[in-house]
């Protein structure tokens, strides 16, 4: 019983993680007002200002954390390693203390 019960729980929160998926970008490699693309550089720009950023656009309709208008994946990676290094990944909860 308890097997069928934990099956069930599973099989529930992979059908509710499955809901979450982003959809694709329609805006990819098109260029803004400006005529711009953004790329890596920027990705990881925006991956180091994201908090700002973030507390930014729960008051203003006009800051954005995620450019839409960016080359793909090489932005995404410019992100994520700019969140990365902002909030230092969690590689040094993982130290042995030392005694």
């Known amino acids: 019983m308890k097997t069928v019960l934990l099956a069930g729980l599973l099989v529930l929160a ?4 499955a809901g979450c998926v982003a959809g694709p970008n329609a805006q990819v ?9 953004a790329g890596f550089w920027q990705g ?4 180091i200002i994201a908090p700002v950023t973030f ?34 990944g969690g590689g040094a909860s993982s130290a042995r203390r030392r005694r």
């Not at 992979?14 to 993680?17: A, G």
């Not at 990881?44 to 991956?47: A, K, M, R, S, V």
């Not at 800051?63 to 990676?77: D, I, L, Q, R, S």
Request: net charge negative; no cysteine.
């Open 14 to 17: 992979l059908v509710m993680l």
């Open 29 to 37: 490699d098109t260029p803004n007002e400006g005529g711009k693309i």
């Open 44 to 47: 990881l720009w925006h991956g």
């Open 55 to 88: 507390v930014i656009s729960l008051f203003s309709d006009k800051a954005h954390v995620f450019e839409v208008h960016n080359n793909g994946n090489w932005y995404t990676f410019g992100f994520l390693l700019g969140i990365t290094a902002v909030w230092g």
